[in-house]
């Protein structure tokens, strides 16, 4: 009798549990709809209709509120196929043609932003750990939200578009080195005496381990993902094509943790890259492109019912320099490179204005680190904060830049 009524409230919770996950992605997706159509109507990234739609349904406004730990799950799947898209989409011919600008000013902007962020958070009496951290995270521009407004105003194939995209490019390989030294970061950051050998150690045996894994799945793992592939392929079935792709990402993602003490989105990255350098890439792009766009809509979501507008009032200080650091520093520190590299006014603004927002890079840092308990929960919250204004911003400041000139058009 006793063991019937426990099966049958064990029942009733996973029940109560699976119905909560369905009217999360219920009202989320149908909020998600509405205000990203929204926000394209009114000229803004549509990025910005599915982070208030998560607002929406958050713990930090009135209404309907989702659980914390439906949102945070939901997130982690989001990363893995974001994470997997822009590994698929890789292309380091992108950046070849444009390497001699796009390199150091990504290196030159990165670092100026993360010694802006460490300086000025410290200045504010935050530790230093934080300041980096948040420099580092803000240092990131968003791919989704460049490409869109470059679209928009038809410079996405000029010169401007193609010096940006390489920019970016560089920023996403930085992002990768970062997510790989975040653990062994903070593993050093819990100890109480520091130590530059044991430091290095940790970074070192990090890279190591990055390197092996590496190797592996562009030798052997290449080799086993080409079959697997070329096999589904063979059948002609679209349905059990995007079920191997799933799995064969989700597969590589935890292999990678749980082996080689990699972060599950660095997986996913080395998962994209590898179908994407197959002979079936075109038939992965088609099946994953409405996957990736699904869950990236979700991971939006959710980092939006993360979104504590309380956190503006009561760290406005900390909000009004990262803030700061986005919009002035990091578009600043690009046109000066620009300008110094030989270029145009006109390509320099172009590039400066297109970097002056974060986005998606920056929430899976934030989040890498506020796991690993590198920043504290008020770091995230401005970050999600300015990512906010910073999109809606961009979109606006973008349509007073005019058009190019015909002959810089290529």
Request: with cysteine; hydrophobic share 55%; aromatic share 10%.
């Amino acid at each position: 009798m006793l063991l019937s009524r426990l099966y049958s409230e064990e029942n009733m919770d996973a029940e109560l549990f699976r119905l909560k996950i369905v009217l999360v992605l219920t009202v989320g997706f149908a909020l998600a709809s509405l205000l990203g159509y929204l926000s394209i109507k009114i000229r803004l990234s549509p990025i910005l209709g599915y982070l208030l739609a998560g607002y929406v349904i958050g713990p930090f406004s009135p209404g309907f509120v989702t659980e914390i730990d439906i949102s945070e799950q939901l997130a982690e799947i989001g990363v893995i196929m974001m994470m997997f898209g822009v590994g698929l989409h890789f292309k380091i011919m992108d950046l070849y043609s444009v390497k001699w600008i796009a390199i150091p000013g990504a290196l030159g902007q990165t670092l100026c932003a993360a010694l802006a962020g460490e300086f000025l958070i410290y200045m504010l009496g935050w530790s230093l750990q934080t300041g980096l951290i948040i420099g580092l995270s803000i240092g990131v521009t968003s791919t989704v939200v460049l490409v869109r407004v470059l679209s928009d105003q038809n410079l996405l194939h000029t010169l401007q578009g193609k010096i940006a995209v390489g920019w970016l490019i560089v920023e996403d390989i930085l992002t990768v080195i970062m997510l790989i030294i975040l653990p062994s970061f903070a593993s050093i950051a819990s100890t109480d005496k520091f130590s530059w050998m044991a430091t290095f150690y940790a970074i070192g045996m990090a890279l190591l381990k990055f390197a092996a894994l590496t190797i592996f799945m562009f030798t052997i793992g290449k080799q086993i993902v080409i079959k697997i592939l070329d096999a589904i392929d063979r059948t002609k079935s679209h349905e059990l094509f995007t079920v191997t792709l799933l799995a064969l990402t989700f597969v590589v993602a935890t292999t990678s943790a749980l082996l080689f003490g990699a972060s599950i989105a660095m997986g996913a990255f080395i998962a994209g890259m590898i179908i994407g350098q197959t002979d079936v890439k075109h038939q992965a792009f088609t099946h994953s492109e409405p996957l990736k766009n699904a869950f990236t809509v979700t991971f939006f979501l959710s980092v939006g019912t993360l979104f504590n507008p309380h956190a503006i009032v009561e760290f406005f200080p900390l909000f009004l320099v990262v803030l700061s650091i986005v919009l002035i520093i990091k578009p600043l520190v690009a046109f000066l490179i620009t300008i110094a590299l030989k270029q145009t006014a006109f390509t320099a603004l172009v590039v400066g204005m297109a970097l002056a927002q974060i986005g998606e890079f920056s929430f899976i840092m934030a989040e890498e680190a506020l796991r690993l308990k590198l920043i504290p929960d008020e770091g995230y919250d401005v970050i999600v904060a300015v990512a906010l204004v910073t999109i809606t911003l961009n979109s606006i400041i973008f349509q007073w830049i005019s058009k190019p000139p015909a002959h810089q058009k290529s």
